[in-house]
């Protein structure tokens, strides 16, 4: 704590609050307030340059740079995970520039900005999920022209979306498509929920939290205000179906979870261990064990 | 006017000229002041050396050309109809259910089998398709045309057989009236004599022929009436 | 060919009054008046750049016309102005009611999806929901316009030419269309490949009743599929009729060159 005080010295005599000037975080909020209006409705924005490559989360970033106050506390996840490479370095960009308190905790957060993955735990209506999201328009895999595509959208023309499945189907014998599957939200716009997997759809249904997706490249913000109805698309003969493991976490002995494959060795061993690395520890902590689970624990407390 | 019931054709004061823009407008008159009628049952046979005008008629009468003047009334159920006047739309039905052609050279579709071919009309009236193959295979047996030959386009066929096809697709369905363009040009006389059966089943069926036949064989068996185109020649 | 017979049949499917496109001071197509009934099929011919494709567009309602009126009478048996619809009953129109067979079969299809999905499209569009249902469907159209069942899964791009056009059909007639606008359909294939298409094209068109409008260069195509002719040239309708009548009989010196020019083999 005493490491983020010193940060936040630093931050505020070479940055505004959140980096963006406050114009910026005024023009975004807008097309929050817009998106939340017309739930799963792409509002196009004037996303920034960031101190960062596209791909890395600019949209997510300036999403949370927007809403994020001082009394916030956040989360960071990358696949799930708090600790691999984009997460650490975003969670460093935002206690650089507000010096705001972070955690790992789902629970303990105020602000959760993910990429590709929803936590395990329930998130509440005093949360807010932010997705960083590459491509936002679902239908561009078969129509590749925007202003098609957003005529699409206002005209709810959108039987293209399952001629994707349709394919799928024809191609794999099921619907083969296991993450960013597309969504209809509200009975009116069909949504592409990023790369999530197809795993952490149902979550989004009637989710507590506000959920807020940006993709910065592209310019565009969308959002699915709290208890909204989201559904999966499918066929009546082939419904939608989430993701299913045969074995539980390796580590935490869970299941229903979403589990990550880990190679453990070049002679074809390996376990599947939990994605949401939070939601393992806190089963671990509560004396939780998989079949593999007493070995990283042990290691852990040998260290 | 002899217009009584039976009356089935009336053509009067008809007038049919070529203008041939591409030849500076030359106007190439072809017959005027056409007049004559058929009924029910009869078959006029249209006589007249070549070039006098007597395939024009015909096709004014089918509504292939247009004429300049005058007027072809045919009866068609309980509806006088001026063909020189009416709409494409009214044409299209006359030819469905009430004008039969039966031209000298075969129109052969790409792909269609000779059989198919001779069934369509009859397809057309609302007979179904497998009653219509069966008797246009009747048809075209009584026309001597080898079986193996049915189920093949035409487009291949001698000119005798694309004639008796041809002939068997102008005679397989019931039109009041009928047109003959010199059906039996190319044909034997054994398939000429069955064209001739063919004409004298018209007829008593009471359906009204107008023809141009230079056979004088076929001629003399089938015309109730000759009329001499050479008189409604242009006065130009 | 044979036209449908009673009902609405008296009463036009489509009636165009007085439709004219104008590019700047230019003329794209200029008072085109005409009426198409159920069952119809009507030629437009003409040379390139004579305005067949500009009026066919304005039809089909991917151009709007710069005056006049085109109004089509819906399955409720209401005649509406095409271009007093909303944009979104327009495109209801486009792919339910109506079909458009493009020149290039790229322009009609989806190249990247299967033959089954392209034909599929259109019923996923009017919300069919059931995956063994629409594979059904698109089996059975692509049995009719002679593509091989084992082919479903294949995207057009491994289709010849005229398999490519015969599938584009297939798309366009899943939903029961009652009106088609083709351009130039057999145009770019070769004269066997055409001859089979155009067989195919009459026996749907005279099996299912439907009324066409077809854009051709090709005079002896148009006397094959259609009932009626309209010449164009310059943007006019300078000559109109039964196809037969027009082609065999043709009164303005336009239409006699046309009809001169055409090559007998």
């Not at chain 1, 999920?129 to 590459?134: A, E, S, T």
């Not at chain 2, 141009?212 to 076929?218: K, P, S, T």
């Not at chain 3, 066919?56 to 006049?68: H, K, Q």
Request: proline share 5%; aromatic share 6%; with cysteine.
């Amino acid at each position: 704590m005493t490491q983020t005080a010193k940060t936040q010295d630093i931050s505020s005599q070479h940055y505004n609050f959140a980096y963006l000037d406050e114009q910026t975080k005024r023009m975004i909020r807008r097309a929050i307030l817009k998106g939340i209006a017309v739930p799963g409705y792409q509002v196009p924005f004037a996303a920034r340059e960031m101190p960062m490559p596209y791909g890395w989360g600019t949209g997510g970033v300036q999403v949370t740079a927007a809403v994020i106050g001082k009394q916030d506390c956040l989360k960071m996840i990358d696949q799930g995970s708090d600790d691999t490479t984009n997460a650490v370095a975003l969670r460093t960009f935002f206690v650089k520039t507000t010096g705001v308190e972070t955690t790992t905790k789902t629970k303990e957060a105020s602000i959760i900005q993910t990429r590709h993955r929803i936590p395990e735990e329930a998130l509440t209506e005093n949360q807010v999920l932010v997705y960083q999201v590459p491509i936002p328009e679902p239908l561009r895999f078969l129509e590749p022209r925007e202003t098609e595509t957003r005529k699409m959208h206002a005209l709810e023309e959108y039987g293209l979306m399952h001629v994707k499945l349709y394919e799928d189907i024809a191609k794999y014998g099921h619907i083969a498509t296991a993450y960013a599957y597309p969504v209809m939200v509200q009975d009116r716009y069909v949504m592409d929920p990023s790369p999530t997997p197809k795993f952490d759809n149902p979550k989004m249904d009637q989710m507590e939290a506000l959920q807020l997706f940006g993709a910065g490249r592209e310019k565009r913000i969308y959002a699915i205000p709290p208890h909204t109805k989201v559904v999966s698309l499918d066929f009546e003969d082939h419904p939608f179906e989430v993701n299913q493991f045969e074995e539980p976490c390796a580590i935490c002995g869970a299941e229903g979870a979403y589990l990550d494959e880990v190679i453990l060795d070049d002679h074809g061993k390996r376990m599947f261990v939990c994605s949401d690395s939070d939601f393992c520890e806190d089963r671990r902590a509560a004396g939780h064990v998989g079949h593999l689970g007493t070995n990283p624990l042990e290691a852990e407390g040998n260290d | 006017m002899s217009n009584t019931p039976k009356t089935k054709i009336l053509v009067s004061d008809l007038a049919k000229t070529f203008t041939m823009h591409l030849q500076d407008g030359l106007e190439i008159p072809v017959v005027s002041g056409v007049n004559f009628s058929v009924a029910s049952g009869e078959c006029v046979v249209l006589g007249g050396p070549s070039g006098s005008g007597k395939s024009s008629i015909l096709k004014m009468i089918y509504a292939n050309y247009r004429c300049q003047k005058g007027q072809i009334l045919i009866t068609d159920q309980d509806e006088i109809i001026n063909v020189a006047q009416a709409t494409p739309r009214r044409i299209i039905r006359l030819r469905e259910n009430t004008i039969g052609y039966v031209s000298q050279f075969l129109r052969a579709i790409p792909r269609v089998p000779a059989l198919t071919l001779v069934a369509e009309p009859l397809i057309a009236q609302g007979v179904a398709e497998e009653e219509a193959l069966a008797r246009a295979g009747k048809l075209l047996a009584r026309l001597n045309v080898p079986q193996r030959l049915w189920q093949l386009p035409p487009a291949t066929f001698s000119g005798g057989e694309q004639q008796r096809v041809n002939i068997a697709r102008g005679f397989i369905a019931h039109y009041p009236i009928l047109l003959l363009d010199e059906p039996t040009a190319s044909l034997d006389a054994a398939n000429r004599a069955v064209v001739v059966e063919l004409v004298e089943e018209k007829k008593e069926q009471g359906v009204a022929m107008v023809g141009i036949l230079h056979d004088h064989d076929v001629r003399d068996a089938i015309a109730d009436r000759i009329v001499d185109v050479t008189s409604f020649a242009s006065a130009a | 060919m044979s036209a449908v017979n009673q009902g609405t049949e008296d009463l036009p499917l489509l009636q165009v009054s007085n439709t004219t496109k104008l590019y700047g001071g230019r003329i794209g197509c200029k008072d085109v008046s005409f009426d198409l009934y159920p069952g119809e099929v009507l030629a437009i011919v003409g040379e390139s750049g004579s305005g067949k494709t500009t009026l066919l567009n304005c039809l089909a309602t991917r151009l709007t016309p710069t005056s006049g009126s085109v109004s089509y009478r819906n399955r409720m048996d209401q005649m509406r102005n095409l271009y007093e619809m909303s944009e979104a009953e327009r495109r209801m129109l486009m792919r339910t009611d109506w079909g458009f067979v493009h020149q290039h079969p790229a322009d009609g299809l989806r190249m990247t999806v299967s033959a089954g999905a392209n034909v599929g499209e259109r019923l996923m569009a009017v919300g069919a929901r059931n995956y063994g249902n629409i594979r059904d469907t698109a089996t059975d159209w692509l049995g009719r316009v002679e593509i091989a069942e084992d082919r479903i899964d294949d995207d057009p791009r491994a289709f010849s030419g005229g398999m490519r056009q015969r599938l584009q059909i297939a798309r366009n007639l899943v939903t029961s269309p009652r009106l088609i606008f083709m351009d130039e359909p057999t145009g770019g294939l070769d004269v066997s490949v055409q001859a089979r298409l155009l067989d195919l094209l009459r026996g749907l068109v005279a099996d299912l009743g439907l009324s066409v409008i077809i854009v051709t260069h090709d005079l002896a195509v148009a006397r094959l599929l259609s009932h009626r002719i309209l010449v164009m040239r310059h943007g006019h309708v300078i000559e109109s009729g039964l196809t037969d009548q027009v082609l065999d009989d043709p009164q303005q010196s336009y239409t006699q060159l046309l009809v001169s020019s055409i090559l007998q083999p």
